[in-house]
């Protein structure tokens, strides 16, 4: 009895064994197809889709998917609000293509909305190099002059700027 206990368990742990190596090499290939973030990102899912782009671009080995994914994962996480990990991809994606006039006026924008206004004049200037007369970017990069000139105003002001009182309340009295 006791050996055809012993045989049966070198049976089943034998084919225990094959099962979890039959489960490994499932999860191992399954990667992600361009395709599954692409629907989330269409579909508002931007959050998600700018993981998964990407999860796609480190494990792609076509250079031109790997580089849209990389694009995509930056609006992706611009989108959804992310501006410092969009401003870090649009780098990455200006690495490879130095000339890529939307990555160059996006990641002007990330810095601008970030608050980095003396590095977004830098990226506006960029830019506007390469699309001279885009007005949008020219208001965008005065907006980032303008808000210099308002930091250095408020930061060598001799007034001391106070809470409005609530309404109906009088001033001077508690």
């Known amino acids: 009895m006791n050996h055809k ?3 049966m368990r070198t049976r089943y742990s034998s084919i225990f064994g094959i099962f979890l190596f039959a489960i490994a090499a499932l ?4 990667k992600v197809k361009f395709e599954e973030p692409k629907k989330l990102f ?5 959050r998600q889709s700018a993981v998964l782009f990407e999860e796609f671009s480190k494990s792609t080995k076509d250079k031109k998917l790997k580089e849209e994914a990389i694009f995509l994962a930056a609006e992706a ?3 959804s609000d992310e501006y ?3 401003a870090r991809l649009y780098d990455k994606v200006l690495k ?3 000339k890529n006039t939307k990555a160059l006026l996006m990641r002007a924008n990330m810095l601008k909305k970030m608050e980095l206004y003396r590095e977004a004049l830098d990226a506006y200037d960029m830019y506007l190099a390469e699309v001279p007369g ?9 907006g980032c002059e303008l808000a210099l000139m308002w930091t250095l105003i ?6 001391k700027i106070s809470r409005w009182p609530t309404p109906n309340q009088t001033i001077g009295r508690p």
């Open 5 to 7: 206990n012993s045989r």
């Open 27 to 30: 999860v191992s290939s399954c």
């Open 42 to 46: 269409d579909q508002g899912y931007y």
């Open 77 to 79: 996480y611009r989108l």
């Open 84 to 86: 410092d990990k969009a």
């Open 96 to 98: 490879k293509d130095p």
């Open 134 to 142: 885009d007005t949008m970017a020219e208001y965008r990069k005065q």
């Open 154 to 159: 408020a930061l060598n002001t001799k007034w």
